[in-house]
């Protein structure tokens, strides 16, 4: 194949493409709509399918070919109505389409792919439905065979109003080098003739076309055997060249009789013939270069020829008769269209009506093409012909959605350009962008000689940064590109699977990278998978919910915050992030406190971990999961990032966060070992300063790793310089470059260095932490030798959910970097990702995490990260609150746990002191009568004890009385002895052993500790409580209790309770704003001191939830007065301490007055 | 052939010119940590990330060999890369041409450009000091000096041939 015909086919195999992938769409709406489809879908099918069988025949590919030309024969019958779009018919093209997608992918091979099978079962449609329509062959026949009627038809023009066009008219309208003559148009038996044969197929067509005044046929002998009908419109580029170049068409009915091997012959005779003064343009039927002609016998072969010859030359050259040529005119609009107007130069000429043919259709000759280079796909006009572009306009104007894609916009001029050029392109913006930054840094000396440059300077800054913008935009691809193919993708599966999927696709016009988008393909397939797999029910589950019966599903593109967002939507069953833990607790993956410090979120991105998709059960389970980490890490290679969220039952969104570009990216620059790095921003979290003198406190060893102590997390910790192998000069500026140390050494001289700053009476620097901290401290006089100023940086970056800081000794800039590809030398290099060169003109490497994380062997797996959790464990019960608990037991040898705060004190006294009065015991002591209560009696618990005796029997042994901590109230508890006092946190258990008044019991030093309700126990035996709760009722009312203590959770939940609310308990601020985004309350009562989000936090976020006027009360162990005015600013009603049930309600109260 | 030539300590050594890019003063150039030692890191010229190769490391040279000529200011030689020799010399661009990165090599000095006949250039002796016959391509007597034309891809790490 010489080199023009490779050039060639390639333009075939674009084509190509271009026509399969609005095929797929069309047929999708097809199998859709059934017999309802619109005539114009079914006709821009046909025109697909048959230019690629007409092409395919041009290169000689015989099986796509044959391929296309069945479905083509199929397509026709549909057309015609002879055949009904049943699912058979559309299962059995789209099938077909697959394989022709398949040989075109790989052109060279499609000879050797094996198509027979899709022809069979086209075939067998075929069979099936048409009567005596047989073999191919016959099909094949059958246009011929119908066109004598169809000219007859379309040879009538006064029908046609606008046909009349006179020819002179148009010639005027022509430019001088145009030499054909415009004449009664003569787009003639169009297609139609190949393609659409019946009268009902062109019935339908014929509005559209009305507007199109062509439909003229040029007479010709009734004798000549009619040949096909080829529109002119097909051949738009060819046309204007024609026209530029002053060629005509001729329609040539070459021999009917003949063998095939006898046609060929002709055939290629004809070309040889021709081919100093025009050429075949194309040929009806269709034929392959290399083919035989053998099927061809008896069957009318027709040429398009295009050339310069008048026909009478023509007739004599090929040694033909003038009945077997025919002229066809170049109908009138079609000229015009594609006709450059006059007064051009041939030059211009010739290029606009390439510009013309832009909006036409493209041929295998095609020169300029729509837009293929940097937007393939999307801007491209309707690939049918002329007639139907207008049509299509015609269609947009009137508002009509007539096909899925909409009529195709405006057509901007465009040009194809190779990636490879456009590259090249951005890689010398790229240049031209480092040549203005180290001019704009020389001109500022510059600039105080010659105050003119500055402007100049300016100038060319705001130029190259347009252009560098311009040059990116270029890159840029519609995400559509990857979008579309999500139709058939969706319909297949849910076919597969039973079931009904409504995929709707918005924002497919917003650009991407086309780096970006090559990438997007796999993950968002395996997502879409997924859904239709695991989320969407099967119908009849989802009519039986409630929900529609096809499931819907959402699949868009929009831009936020500098970001494109891809989000992925469904209203399936949703994930449950509950069985998601329940599973990857089972697996190992996490630890049984992970899951439950995790919140929904984690738990749910744990559908990302590989071990956890990989799992067949897990995704039965969690309803996602296949190949997620495959997402994952392929969103993450891309620079982005991957979130979910679901709602069991209702449904579930995944969005992917993209980069626009990967071309230019945001980085932060470095310093570590005197030299610079480039971080890239996507993945920091945020950058930490550390004074060298606070740097032993802040970082800590665990197990052999330094870390640090962030907030609650302790982030792993590396060293750059340490991890690439870089010799320190530490301090900075004391030079001997010998003195390599590691952090360890560093931490060692930070300790002294503290000892000394202690000793010396001067405070140490307080570590600020904050986010992107980016001082310029190339100008900061300070000398670094002075251990107290030392300062090192800790990036905290996050990979893959994993976060780990990286220790630099300087951040330097942040700068928009131009990515440049890493020299093969480096490849090995994990710690490296690409090169750029930064402002300066120096390379500079830019840092990979993900490899620098491996490299520094830093292991986020299941231990280790367990361990970080339980260290997180370990300081959130630290900072529980610990209850001061009086330990008692009873005379029947229970104990019981009174917290302190409740108690007001504890007498020791005689049991001769006891006395009963109207059968109720009292004690005198101190002068008073206090009612004794012995708590075990009360709340029924006498049996448990081990000693059963009667309390009041006990002999002579000193009895102790609890008098509680509640005013105006002469009571007591007894019990027989204090056992101890003790500082500890109470991990309450609720539900072992219940008993009224009875709040639970507790294990302490082993032994069962019960928690007795005071107020409640009081009011058991009978104890007039000197109530506020009586004017207090609530009820109906919903209050929320946050305390991370559940003993004094309980506690608090049980004396709201008692007046009536109705409770809701959360363990720490984030449970507790779940909640209250989530449901209606009118009241919160928060405790002050506790992990993840404090009580303060939480009063600091209430405004943002629906909930901005919800009375706030603070219950705290400790109060204060400073406290108090703390929680007054936080907006809080009050402030009480955490047992102290009536001054609680006594604010409740008073809040009702309110 | 025209051979640009230039030393190396006492070495007079030479590359074929249709290889040869361009060649600088050598300027500051950012190693790459890890890398190998006779890689001396990465220069910008002109937008362009050039790998540049320490040519006395990469020979072998011991560490006291190589600071005998530190004072010396020194020359990037920057080469061409296969795709750039292809669109000169295709058989050349196949043959001895394989890199496709950008690549300079850091000389002491410059000396002429040479032309010499195919014919006269010689297997490499025996009994070289300072470069091993591996990256040798031949040489050629001068004046009573031996020229040494370089293998390049053999010094860029690309030796397809089995080395002695």
Redesign the interface.
């Known amino acids: 194949m010489s080199e023009e015909d490779d050039e060639l086919l390639g333009m075939f195999v674009q084509e190509a493409s271009e026509h399969l992938e609005t095929i797929e769409p069309d047929l999708l709406t097809l199998e859709e709509n059934g017999d309802d489809t619109e005539p114009e879908i079914i006709n821009r099918l046909f025109r697909g399918v048959h230019s690629i069988k007409g092409s395919a025949g041009f290169f000689g590919l015989t099986n796509i070919t044959k391929l296309s030309h069945i479905m083509e024969n199929l397509l026709g019958k549909v057309r015609e109505r002879t055949m009904s779009a049943s699912p058979a018919v559309t299962d059995s093209l789209l099938s077909g389409l697959d394989k022709l997608k398949a040989m075109i992918g790989d052109v060279s091979a499609s000879g050797s792919v094996d198509a027979s099978e899709e022809v069979r079962v086209i075939q067998a449609v075929l069979d099936g439905e048409s009567s005596g329509a047989g073999g191919a062959a016959k099909a094949d026949a059958k246009p011929a065979a119908e066109k004598p009627p169809e000219t007859k038809k379309d040879a009538s023009p006064p029908e046609d109003p606008v046909a009349q066009p006179a020819p002179e008219a148009e010639v005027s309208g022509e430019p001088p080098v145009a030499e054909a003559p415009p004449a009664p148009a003569s787009k003639a038996a169009p297609k139609a003739a190949a393609s659409k044969a019946a009268p009902k197929a062109a019935a339908p067509k014929a509005p559209p076309k009305a507007s199109v005044p062509k439909e003229a046929v040029v007479s010709m002998s009734a004798t000549a055997p009619v040949g096909a009908g080829f529109d002119l419109g097909n051949y738009s580029e060819i046309v204007a060249d024609a026209i530029v170049h002053g060629r005509r068409f001729f329609l040539f009915h070459l021999d009917t009789e003949g063998t095939g091997p006898e046609k060929r012959v002709r055939f290629n005779q004809t070309k040889a013939l021709l081919s100093s003064v025009g050429k075949v343009v194309d040929t009806d039927p269709a034929i392959a270069g290399d083919q035989d002609l053998e099927g061809y016998s008896g069957v009318v072969l027709d040429l398009l020829i295009t050339t310069v010859l008048e026909e009478d030359l023509l007739v004599s050259l090929l040694q033909t008769d003038s009945s077997r040529m025919q002229r066809l005119e170049i109908p009138v609009d079609l000229a015009r269209k594609v006709a450059p107007p006059k007064g051009m130069s041939p030059a211009e000429a010739a290029r606009h009506a390439q510009a013309q043919a832009d909006t036409t259709e493209k041929v295998v000759e095609a020169v300029v093409e729509e837009d293929v280079g940097f937007k393939p796909r999307l801007r491209r006009p309707d690939p049918g012909s002329v007639a139907i572009v207008t049509t299509g306009k015609g269609r947009e104007m009137s508002g009509g959605g007539a096909s899925k894609g909409g009529g195709p916009p405006a057509v901007e001029e465009t040009l194809r350009v190779s990636v490879s050029l456009l590259d090249e392109l951005i890689?010398?913006a790229?240049?031209l962008v480092?040549a203005r930054n180290q001019m704009t840094r020389a001109a500022v000396e510059v600039q105080t000689q010659f105050p003119h440059f500055g402007p100049l300077i300016q100038n060319l800054d705001s130029i190259t940064s347009r252009i560098q913008e311009k040059v990116m935009q270029a890159r840029m691809q519609p995400v559509s590109v990857v979008f579309n193919k999500f139709p058939r993708i969706v319909r297949d599966l849910a076919r597969k699977l039973e079931k009904k999927i409504d995929l709707e696709i918005r924002g497919g016009e917003v650009d991407l990278d086309k780096s970006v988008i090559e990438h997007l393909s796999d993950p968002l397939t395996h997502m879409i998978r997924n859904v239709a797999d695991h989320a969407i029910e099967l119908p009849q589950e989802r009519t039986q919910i409630g929900k529609p019966e096809a499931g819907q599903v959402e699949l868009a593109a929009y831009h936020e915050n500098g970001l494109v967002n891809i989000s992925l939507s469904d209203d399936g069953a949703g994930i449950d992030a509950e069985r998601v833990k329940q599973k990857a607790l089972e697996r190992g993956q996490i630890t049984e406190r992970q899951a439950d410090a995790m919140s929904e979120e984690d738990a749910l991105s744990l559908i990302f971990a590989p071990g956890l998709s990989m799992a067949k059960k897990v995704s039965d389970v969690s309803g996602r999961g296949v190949g997620m980490d495959v997402v994952r890490t392929n969103i993450e290679k891309l620079g982005g990032t991957v979130s979910v969220q679901s709602k069991v039952g209702k449904g579930t969104t995944i969005i992917l966060k993209l980069p626009l570009t990967l071309a230019i990216i945001p980085a932060m620059i470095v310093s570590s070992g005197n030299?610079?790095f480039a971080i890239p921003e996507i993945g920091l979290v945020e950058i930490v300063r550390i004074a060298e003198s606070d740097r032993a406190n802040q970082i800590e060893t665990v197990g052999n790793a330094p870390v640090l102590r962030l907030r609650n997390m302790l982030l792993p910790l590396v060293d750059l310089a340490d991890v690439?192998?870089?010799s320190r000069v530490w301090p900075p500026g004391t030079g001997s470059s010998d003195r390599r140390e590691r952090l360890s050494d560093r931490r060692a001289q930070a300790r002294k260095a503290r000892e000394a700053a202690r000793i010396g009476g001067s405070a140490g620097l307080a570590a600020s932490s904050g986010l992107k901290e980016v001082p310029d401290r190339r100008d900061e006089p300070v000398d670094r030798r002075d251990p107290n100023n030392l300062v090192a940086y800790v990036m905290v970056l996050n990979v893959g959910g994993n976060e780990f800081g990286m220790v630099v000794d300087e951040v330097l800039d942040s700068e928009e970097i131009v990515v440049?590809p890493l020299?093969?030398?480096?490849k090995d290099?994990l710690?490296?990702s690409a090169?750029t060169?930064l402002g300066d003109?120096?390379?500079?490497?830019i840092i990979d995490y993900a490899g620098l994380m491996e490299q520094a062997k830093i292991n986020f797996s299941n231990v280790e990260r367990a361990t970080r959790m339980d260290l997180d464990e370990e300081r959130r019960a630290a900072l529980r609150e610990r209850q001061n608990i009086i330990l008692l037991e009873t005379g029947t040898g229970l104990i019981m746990g009174i917290v302190h705060s409740m108690v007001r004190r504890v007498e020791k006294i005689s049991p001769k002191l006891l006395d009963t009065i109207g059968g109720l015991p009292y004690v005198r002591y101190d002068g008073r009568t206090f009612r004794a209560v012995y708590p075990d009696q009360v709340m029924g618990l006498e049996g448990m004890g081990y000693s059963g005796g009667d309390p009041e029997e006990e002999g002579d042994a000193d009895l102790c009385m609890v008098v509680p901590n509640i005013p105006n109230i002469q009571a007591g508890l007894i019990f027989s002895r204090i056992i101890d006092t003790r500082e500890t946190h109470i991990d309450l258990d609720c539900r072992a052993i219940r008993a009224e008044g009875l709040f639970g019991s507790a294990q302490i030093d082993d032994r069962v500790v019960l928690f007795p309700d005071v107020n409640t126990v009081l009011v058991l035996a009978g104890i007039e409580m000197p109530h506020v709760q009586a004017q207090v009722d609530r009820t109906g009312l919903r209050a929320l209790v946050v305390d991370d203590t559940p003993f004094l959770r309980a506690l608090t939940s049980n004396y709201l309770q008692s007046v009536g609310f109705e409770v809701e308990q959360a363990e720490d601020g984030h449970v507790a704003l779940t909640k209250l985004k989530n449901s209606e309350f009118d009241l919160l009562v928060t405790d002050l001191n506790m992990p993840g989000m404090d009580g303060f936090e939480l009063a600091h976020e209430v405004p943002s939830t629906i909930h901005a006027e919800i009375p706030m009360i603070a219950t705290t162990s400790s109060i204060s007065s400073d406290v108090e005015q703390k929680c007054f600013k936080a907006g809080f009603v009050s402030c009480v301490p955490a047992i102290d049930k009536n001054r609680l309600l006594k604010v409740v109260s008073l809040m009702q007055e309110r | 052939m025209l051979i640009s030539t230039f030393t190396l300590g006492e070495l007079y050594l030479g590359i074929d010119i249709v290889l040869v890019r361009e060649i600088n003063r050598s300027m500051e150039c950012t190693p790459v940590p890890g890398s190998q030692d006779y890689i001396r890191g990465m220069l910008n010229i002109r937008g362009r990330v050039i790998t540049l190769f320490d040519l006395k490391k990469r020979l072998g040279w011991s560490d006291d060999e190589v600071a005998d000529h530190a004072t010396i200011k020194q020359y990037n030689v920057i080469m061409k890369t296969h795709s750039e020799v292809l669109k000169i010399n295709p058989a050349l661009a196949e043959s001895k041409c394989p890199w496709e990165d950008p690549v300079g090599l850091a000389v002491d000095q410059l000396g002429d450009v040479r032309e010499i006949v195919d014919d006269n250039i010689l297997p490499p002796p025996a009994n070289m000091r300072g470069i091993s016959a591996d990256f040798v391509h031949g040489v050629v007597e001068f004046e009573r000096n031996l020229l040494i034309i370089l293998d390049v891809a053999t010094v860029l790490g690309f030796d397809e041939r089995p080395s002695g």
Do not use: D, H, W
């Not at chain 1, 003109?841 to 490497?845: D, E, K, Q």
């Open positions: 890689n010398m790229g240049e480092l030299q610079r690439l192998g870089v440049k020299p093969s030398y480096f290099n710690c490296f090169t060169i003109g120096s390379v500079a490497l």
